[in-house]
């Protein structure tokens, strides 16, 4: 079992960076990724990264814009987010995957965090 708090989010003008954390506790040893969900809409992915951080993977829409990355001896994944959209409102949540690799794939993903806003004004 894997518990995810996600945490950094907030109200920001556009143009402006988040960064995102994701403490994972329990069994840890796990492909994690990020994705959001805006109102009315699909959650959609965003990035995803293996267990060791060497690989790394991204929607082509966030890539040069969102960095995912993580720190194993602090069970944390982060998303750091540069050049804020008012499109990029939405709740962001973290999720685990006991599979290997990287995983883009929603219903590959076992164990979700509660989410957390990230609102940009224009």
């Known amino acids: 079992q894997v518990q995810l708090v996600e945490s950094g989010g907030g109200l920001v003008q556009a143009g402006g960076s988040l960064r995102l954390s994701c403490a994972a506790s329990g069994r840890t040893s796990a492909t994690m990724g990020w994705f959001r969900q805006a109102p009315g809409k699909e959650r959609e992915f965003l990035a995803t990264i293996n267990w060791s951080g060497t690989s790394t993977y991204y929607a082509d829409f966030v890539k040069g814009r969102f960095t995912i990355s993580r720190d194993n001896s602090k069970n944390t994944v982060y998303l750091q987010m540069n050049s804020l959209k008012p499109e990029d409102t939405a709740i962001y949540y973290c999720?685990?995957?006991?599979?290997?690799?990287?995983?883009?794939?929603?219903?590959?993903?076992?164990?979700w965090g509660q989410g957390t806003q990230v609102t940009v004004s224009s």
């Open positions: 999720a685990a995957s006991r599979a290997a690799g990287v995983v883009a794939a929603r219903n590959r993903y076992d164990y």
